[in-house]
Nanobody, 115 residues
Framework: QVQLVESGGGLVQPGGSLRLSCAAS????????MGWYRQAPGKQRELVAD???????NYADTVKGRFTISRDNAKNTIYLQMNDLKPEDTAVYYC???????WGWGQGTQVSVSS
């Protein structure tokens, strides 16, 4: 079983930055593609960024140019650098596999963008 722990969220003003972390632990063998999801109140969870085993990245149009996903395979950790944050980025952010059988969801980390 794999455990996912997200951290780094907080309250930030529009235009600000945050860096999220996601640490995976447990029965992990090998390196997996990973992604960051978010769920805003009343909306479905959406995938906003993903990174392949070799480091190729993809972004949703809504965050392209502002968010950067990266990974440290030695630490089983992925990151999401979020710049130029907007109120519409407010959501709970989660990490998980971007496709295929998902692992159990972590508790997420709340990101709130407000003046």
């Amino acid at each position: 079983q794999v455990q996912l722990v997200e951290s780094g969220g907080g309250l930030v003003q529009p235009g600000g930055s945050l860096r999220l972390s996601c640490a995976a632990s447990g029965r992990i063998s090998g390196i997996y593609a990973m992604g960051w999801y978010r769920q805003a109140p009343g909306k479905q969870r959406e995938l906003v960024a993903d990174i392949s085993r070799s480091g190729w990245t993809n972004y949703a149009d809504t965050v392209k140019g502002r968010f950067t996903i990266s990974r440290d395979n030695a630490k089983n950790t992925i990151y999401l650098q979020m710049n130029d944050l907007k109120p519409e980025d407010t959501a709970v952010y989660y990490c998980n596999r971007p496709a295929g059988p998902l692992w159990g969801w972590g508790q997420g980390t709340q990101v709130s963008v407000s003046s």
